[in-house]
C-alpha cells in the first residue's frame, strides 16, 4: 500500500517534470544552426536574401544561420540538389520553393511538408495575404505549407530608352510586329534585337511568347486541358518562339540570366524578356536608375496581363531545427522583413500591410508593377513553378532544348500534349 503510494506520487512526480521541461521548451528562444536553402547566389538574388538573414541574426543572435544557397538562376540545380536531399531524409531547415504545383504537387502531395496555419493565425496574415495567393499554397483540408516572401512578374520586356530612340525603334507591342518590323530594324544597325540565356530563360521566353500569341483564355486552358496543345493556335506559339530565336545571340545557352539581362544595359542588345528580379540587377548590382538605365513594358502582347509567381519558405517534416525555422517565417511574413527584401530583389511584397505605397522604398518600377498587379488580369507562370507540376516543367525543358536545336514547333506541341497526359494536366 505505502509502496504504491510512492509509486503514484514518484509518477506524477516526473509527469509534471516532463510538463514543466516541454513548457520551458516551447518557451526557449531559438537557437542551433539554421539552414536555409535557396538559389540566391549571384547578382539580383543574393541582396534580398542577404537583408532578411541580417535583421534576422539581429532578432535571433543564438540563431547561426547557415546558407546553403545552391548557384544556377531559377533553382535549375537547387531543385535537384533538394529532391535528393528530400529523398535521404535530410531535408534542410527550410527552403525557397514557388507557390503553387511546384508545392503542391511534389513536396505536399508527398506528405512532406508541415502545416504553417498556427503561425498565420498568431500573425493575423489570413487578412493580411491576398485570397488567390493564399489559395496557391492552402490545401483542400485548409492546411497552409509556406510563407511567401514575394510577388513576381514574368512578363517584363526591358530595354534602355535612349538605346531605342538612337536606334530608331519603339517598343513591341505584339510578337508579330517584333519580328516583322523591329528586329530587322536593329540587325540592319547591328545590334541583337533581343538577348536570350540558358534554356531556363528560353522556357520562360515561351510562356511570355504563348501567353502574347494566345491570350489569356487559351494560355489558362493549357494548364487544365481545355486548351489543346497540338491545335494550330498552340503550334504557332513554337513558331513564334522560333522567329523570335532568330533575332537572338547565337551563344544563348552559354548565358545565365544576368549575362543576358546585362547585354541590354551595356547596349549590345535592344531587348530582354526576363522576370523583374531583373529590376533588382539593374538597381542593385548595375546601380541604374529606372526610367533611364533601364525601361520596361508588358512583353508584347500582353498588356494588361500579369503572369505572376510567388518565391516562399517552408518547414519540411524532419527539419532539424523546427523552432529556428519557426522564428524565421514568423518574421519572413511581416511588413519588416518584406520590406527589407523586394526593394532589392525587385519584387512586390505579398504581404498588403508592407509599406508599397512608400516611393522612397518602392521607386518607379515598384510603383508601376504594383498598379499593373492590382489592375490587370493575372495568370500564373510554367518557368517558375505555378500552373504545372514539376514533372510537366522538366519534360517541357527539355522540348524547349530540342525545339531550340531541330526548331520543329510540330513536334514541340505533339511533346507537349504527351507530357500534358501524363502528368495529370488534361483532367
Ligand atoms: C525564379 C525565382 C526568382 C529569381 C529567378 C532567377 O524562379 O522565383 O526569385 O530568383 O528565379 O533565379
Not at 546558407?67 to 535537384?80: I, P, Y
Not at 496574415?125 to 490545401?139: A, E, H, K, S, Y
Not at 548590382?285 to 496581363?305: K, S, Y
Request: proline share 5%.
Amino acid at each position: 500500500m505505502k509502496l504504491n503510494r510512492i509509486m503514484v506520487f514518484t509518477v506524477v512526480l516526473v509527469l509534471l517534470l516532463g510538463l514543466g521541461g516541454l513548457a520551458a521548451a516551447q518557451e526557449e528562444a531559438p537557437s542551433g544552426d539554421l539552414e536555409i536553402f535557396s538559389w540566391w547566389t549571384g547578382g539580383g538574388e543574393e541582396a534580398g536574401l542577404n537583408a532578411l538573414i541580417a535583421r534576422f541574426k539581429e532578432l535571433y543572435p543564438e540563431v547561426n544561420v547557415i546558407n546553403a544557397a545552391v548557384a544556377g538562376g531559377s533553382g535549375v540545380n537547387a531543385r535537384a540538389v533538394l529532391t535528393t536531399r528530400m529523398l535521404a531524409g535530410d531535408p534542410p531547415d527550410t527552403f525557397q520553393v514557388h507557390a503553387g504545383e511546384e508545392l503542391n504537387a511534389l513536396w505536399v502531395a508527398a506528405g512532406l511538408m508541415e502545416p504553417l496555419n498556427d503561425i498565420y493565425e498568431a500573425n493575423g496574415w489570413m487578412d493580411q495575404f491576398p485570397d488567390g495567393l493564399l489559395d496557391l499554397i492552402t490545401d483542400e483540408a485548409g492546411n497552409i505549407y509556406v510563407v511567401p516572401v514575394n510577388i513576381h512578374r514574368s512578363n517584363v520586356l526591358w530595354y534602355v530608352p535612349a538605346n531605342l530612340e538612337e536606334w530608331g525603334v519603339t517598343v513591341p507591342t505584339s510578337w508579330q510586329e517584333f519580328v516583322d518590323v523591329t528586329c530587322p530594324a536593329l540587325l540592319a544597325k547591328d545590334v541583337t534585337p533581343i538577348s536570350i540565356g540558358e534554356n531556363w530563360t528560353q522556357v520562360h521566353l515561351w510562356e511570355s511568347v504563348a501567353l502574347g500569341v494566345l491570350g489569356v483564355e487559351a494560355y489558362n486552358g493549357l494548364w487544365d486541358g481545355s486548351t489543346v496543345w497540338t491545335s494550330p493556335e498552340v503550334v504557332s506559339t513554337f513558331e513564334m518562339l522560333g522567329k523570335v530565336m532568330d533575332c537572338a545571340n547565337d551563344d544563348m545557352n552559354a548565358l545565365s540570366w544576368q549575362d543576358a539581362s546585362q547585354r541590354v544595359a551595356e547596349g549590345s542588345a535592344a531587348f530582354n524578356v526576363m522576370g523583374d528580379w531583373a529590376a533588382g540587377y539593374f538597381l542593385v548590382d548595375l546601380g541604374l536608375e529606372p526610367n533611364v538605365g533601364f525601361g520596361w513594358a508588358a512583353a508584347p502582347g500582353t498588356d494588361g496581363v500579369f503572369m505572376m509567381l510567388s518565391d516562399s519558405f517552408g518547414l519540411p517534416l524532419g527539419a532539424k531545427n523546427p523552432t529556428a525555422v519557426r522564428a524565421w517565417l514568423s518574421f519572413l511574413g511581416t511588413a519588416e522583413a518584406q520590406d527589407l527584401f523586394n526593394p532589392v530583389k525587385g519584387s512586390l511584397p505579398a504581404n498588403t500591410t508592407a509599406d508599397i505605397g512608400n516611393p522612397e522604398l518602392y521607386n518607379a518600377y515598384f510603383q508601376s508593377a504594383y498598379e499593373d498587379w492590382t489592375t490587370n488580369e493575372i495568370v500564373g507562370s510554367l518557368a517558375h513553378g505555378l500552373v504545372a507540376p514539376p514533372a510537366f516543367s522538366n519534360t517541357f525543358a527539355g522540348i524547349i532544348a530540342g525545339f531550340q536545336g531541330d526548331r520543329d514547333a510540330a513536334s514541340a506541341a505533339a511533346n507537349a500534349a504527351v507530357a500534358a497526359l501524363q502528368t495529370g494536366m488534361m483532367r
